[in-house]
């Protein structure tokens, strides 16, 4: 089945720029998609289909994908960003939702 | 935009059954589909499956086939995920979460779960 790996955890300062990756076999071919969750809430869409932002979500996220790599970056993180970043994909091969192990960001 | 509503949380022993729900506002289950998530705790999230309520059709994570069924009330706008025979293991929250019909569609809104104890 399709593996979507992440990194644990990630630490930057205010106002640094923050990177999140999501490696998976060619999946610069699929439509990928990454949620914050903030401690004690529900998981929120932050970039749609590598790197459309919903509405509300803020310019500084923005997101790319291409080969086996895809990328959130939040620039000029603020202490608000701290949470755990999931990527996910649409698995063709078992028809099923993936999600990445999830990213913890640390704002030092 | 839409809502989500899940039941409340639940504390069973092991071998009870279960029924849990998640409710759309408006036109929410209109052309979409409706996902369950796992997130055990400390835990990352994970699909459970996904019913489109247009026709109820129904597939299943292949980690989750054969252990837990999801259906959906349209006449209520309810979708449900029911275990006929929990598990401690079973212990984690559940969050319901709305797609598009494309299944290559994002989660636009998830509800605020339902944390289940089995102890």
């Known amino acids: 089945s399709y593996v979507l790996t992440q990194a644990p955890s990630v630490s930057v300062p205010p106002g640094k720029t923050a990177t999140f990756t999501c490696g998976g076999n060619?999946?610069?071919?699929?439509?990928v998609h990454w949620y914050q969750q903030k401690p004690g809430q529900a998981p929120a869409l932050v970039i749609s289909?590598?790197?459309d932002r919903p509405s509300g979500i803020p310019e500084r996220f923005s997101g790319s994908n291409s080969g086996n790599t895809a990328t959130l970056t939040i620039s000029g993180v603020e202490a608000g960003d701290e949470a755990d970043y999931y990527c996910?994909?649409?698995?063709?091969?078992?028809?099923?939702?993936?999600f990445g192990g999830g990213t913890k960001l640390t704002v030092l | 935009e839409g809502q989500l509503v899940q039941s409340g949380a639940e504390v069973k022993k092991p071998g009870e059954s279960l029924k849990i729900s998640c409710k759309g506002s408006g036109d929410t289950f209109s052309s979409s589909s409706i996902a369950w998530v796992r997130q055990m705790p400390g835990k990352g999230l994970e699909s459970m499956g996904v019913i489109y309520p247009d026709d109820s059709d129904t597939t299943y994570s292949p980690s989750f086939r054969g252990q837990i069924t999801i259906s959906v009330d349209n006449s209520i706008t309810t979708a449900y995920l029911h275990w006929s025979s929990l598990k401690a293991s079973d212990t984690a929250m559940y969050y319901c979460?709305?797609?598009?019909?494309?299944?290559?569609?994002?989660?636009?809104?998830w509800g605020k779960g339902t944390m289940v104890t089995v102890s």
């Open positions: 060619n999946i610069g071919s699929k439509s």
């Open positions: 996910q994909v649409w698995d063709s091969g078992d028809e099923h939702v993936v």
């Open positions: 979460a709305r797609r598009g019909v494309d299944r290559a569609d994002p989660f636009d809104f």
């Open positions: 289909f590598d790197g």
